[in-house]
């Protein structure tokens, strides 16, 4: 049955060009005031102002739903580590009290430390702690995520950390895309041997990821004391002639040469890139690389660095925001916490925030096509806020504005008592 979503104060429609959004682009969000949103078996029948919504011949028999509220497209996290075992409490405690990502890593913990757990973690166990924390996303307004491996960095626990992530989308509405990630860091078992252990990930762990068809894509973290960018080069076009669209964790902690590595093997996004150079962002254009950033993360780390969001946008760049929800360094699933970062402290307007945080997430995950946008024949993904004006969805922080979340036109979240229908 057709839904019509009306009482939209604003509707964020970001109708435009069917491609990523750069520079001028990214603050047009094809705002409508007093709208409606008709949905009809998972696609966007009509949207817009809300009396010529209304005059499409599904609206008459369409069930009502009264929003009061504002609409935009539902949130595309592109990075996320959202399968790990357990939360990195020790690493927590030791970050409050002055430690720095490279004493905890040298007193065993970070990424390595993820791996005993995950290891050890059945399956099953693993998918439904993952279908769990799916509502948590949907809660926030966020209806697609990239899911990573990366914890497991074995052959049988980054298989397993996938096949994780394809049982527990079975469970959820939340559209979950995995990447393998088994060139997160070096194995104990490899004594800090990087180029045996990612021989070991090229020759064996791609390839079966690959062949079960386990990962839309690959990533490698391109940093010192993991992977060069030579290494980062010869790992993705491993991977992209397997099949599997190249990603890269780049420039996080020192400019290294990650982002360009990862434009030269054609990676669909750079990630971080809170210390790029101006080569880097040129690499970025030239090669189309969206520069995903992830505030949140330099906002628990107590980082005074950011990425220079007004300067990646201003060089014709598109940019993607996401929450880098993980164990160790971002314990946060809210995109909405993301969008207030993002204006607060990359300096980043509140249209430039909502684009990157949705159908600029959406190329960034190669879903442009079908999601990030209200426009007509478009996937039903639509997230309302409880919010008479767009910009309070940056301004505000700190607590949940979402309303209603609906996903390939279901209603998959309901703030309880807010909302009228019939």
């Known amino acids: 049955m057709a839904i019509l979503f009306s009482g939209i104060k604003q509707l964020l429609t970001f109708a435009g060009d069917n491609a990523p959004r750069a520079g001028a682009a990214m603050r047009e969000t094809g705002l409508v005031d007093n709208a409606a949103v008709l949905v009809n078996g998972g696609v966007i029948e009509a949207a817009g102002p809300r009396a010529a919504v209304a005059r ?51 007193a065993g913990g970070g990424i390595v430390s993820s791996v005993g757990a995950v290891r050890r973690q059945p399956q099953a166990e693993m998918a439904a702690q993952l279908a769990a924390r799916a509502a948590r996303f949907l809660e926030c307004g966020t209806t697609t995520a990239e899911v990573k491996s990366g914890y497991g960095l074995s052959l049988e626990s980054e298989l397993k950390m996938l096949r994780a992530v394809r049982e527990a989308a079975k469970r959820t509405p939340l559209e979950m895309i995995p990447t393998l990630l088994a060139a997160h860091g070096v194995p104990p078992e490899f004594n800090g041997d990087a180029q045996k252990y990612l021989d070991y990930a090229t020759e064996e762990i791609l390839p079966r990821a690959a062949k079960e068809k386990l990962a839309v894509f690959a990533d490698i973290f391109c940093e ?70 992830l ?8 980082a005074s660095k950011y990425p220079p969001a007004r300067e990646i946008i201003s060089e014709g760049v598109p940019v993607a925001l996401a929450t880098d929800f993980n164990p160790g360094t971002c314990p946060c699933w809210n995109m909405q916490f993301v969008l207030s970062a993002a204006c607060t402290h990359c300096a980043m307007t509140p249209e430039e925030a909502l684009c990157a945080a949705t159908v600029n997430g959406a ?10 946008a209200i426009v007509a024949g478009r996937q039903a993904d639509l997230a309302f806020f409880e919010a008479d004006d767009y910009r309070e969805l940056c301004y505000y922080f700190g607590a949940n504005q979402n309303l209603l979340t609906v996903k390939k036109g279901k209603i998959v979240y309901r703030a309880p008592g807010r909302i009228a229908g019939r």
Not at 363 to 372: H, K, N, S, Y
Request: some cysteine; charged content about 20%; overall charge positive.
């Open 363 to 372: 190329w960034a995950l190669g879903i442009g096509d079908r999601a990030g």
């Open 56 to 106: 499409h011949p599904l609206a008459k028999k369409a069930r009502k739903v009264e929003v009061n509220g504002i609409c935009l497209p539902g949130f595309v996290d592109s990075h996320t580590h959202a399968v790990f075992a357990e939360p990195r409490l020790k690493d927590f405690s030791m970050r409050t009290a002055g430690a720095s990502y490279e004493e905890i890593r040298a």
């Open 295 to 302: 505030p949140a993360s330099n906002f628990y780390l107590g």
């Open 224 to 293: 010192r004391g993991y992977f060069t960018p030579e290494q980062t080069v010869a790992y993705l076009k491993a991977a992209r002639r397997l099949g599997l669209i190249p990603k890269v964790h780049s420039e996080q902690l020192s400019n290294y040469g990650g982002t360009r590595a990862g434009a030269a093997a054609g990676a669909i996004s750079a990630d971080h890139a809170d210390h790029v150079f101006a080569e880097d962002i040129a690499a970025m254009r030239e090669a189309g690389v969206i520069a995903t950033l």
